[in-house]
């Protein structure tokens, strides 16, 4: 909710977070949000999909629009 309070109509998101738990250098102790509900909890609040990306091996990224 603060991302969408802060940015313009047409802003930018970039979301990156851990794919992968098994990776040697996941912080051991912290949680993740998957693709699948970050996605549905970005687009709940109003943002529109843009594009993913590929950041490295053990994450995912994905970019949405602020409507």
Known sequence: KE????LKPGG???LIDWEDTSSPFFPK???TVSSV???EMFEREGFLFESEISPG????GII???K
């Open 3 to 6: 991302a969408k309070r802060i």
């Open 12 to 14: 930018k998101l970039l």
């Open 29 to 31: 102790g912290q949680g």
């Open 37 to 39: 509900k970050a996605m």
């Open 57 to 60: 091996e053990h994450h995912y």
């Open 64 to 66: 949405f629009t602020s």
